[in-house]
């Protein structure tokens, strides 16, 4: 059974950083590509970064230049950097495969508000 649980979120001001994690358990995990997705209130689930098995990276244009994913895969963990943060970045943050899978962790609340 495939569990994903996030984590790193909080309320930050305007222009900071918060770098989130995920750690993976109960299937494969090097040769999929993974990734990082947000939903806010009263919008539809979007991806916002992907990483691929070779670690080759790609974002939604609302996060490039300011978010990085990356990824450890000895350790099953998924990251996800944000530096300059806006309120529009305010969502609950999940991972999941890329293309995602049926299970869904708690995700973790992101709060961009001064």
């Known amino acids: 059974q495939v569990q994903l649980v996030e984590s790193g979120g909080g309320l930050v001001q305007p222009g900071g950083s918060l770098r989130l994690s995920c750690v993976v358990s109960?299937?494969?995990?090097?040769?999929?590509?993974m990734g990082w997705y947000r939903q806010a209130p009263g919008k539809e689930r979007e991806l916002v970064a992907l990483v691929g098995s070779t670690r080759a990276t790609q974002y939604a244009d609302s996060a490039k230049g300011r978010f990085t994913i990356s990824r450890d895969n000895a350790k099953r963990m998924l990251y996800l950097q944000m530096n300059s943060l806006t309120p529009e970045d305010t969502a609950v943050y999940y991972c999941?495969?890329?293309?995602?899978?049926?299970?869904w962790g708690q995700g973790t609340q992101v709060t961009v508000s001064s």
């Open positions: 999941n495969f890329y293309p995602s899978g049926p299970a």
């Open positions: 109960g299937s494969i995990f090097s040769p999929k590509a």
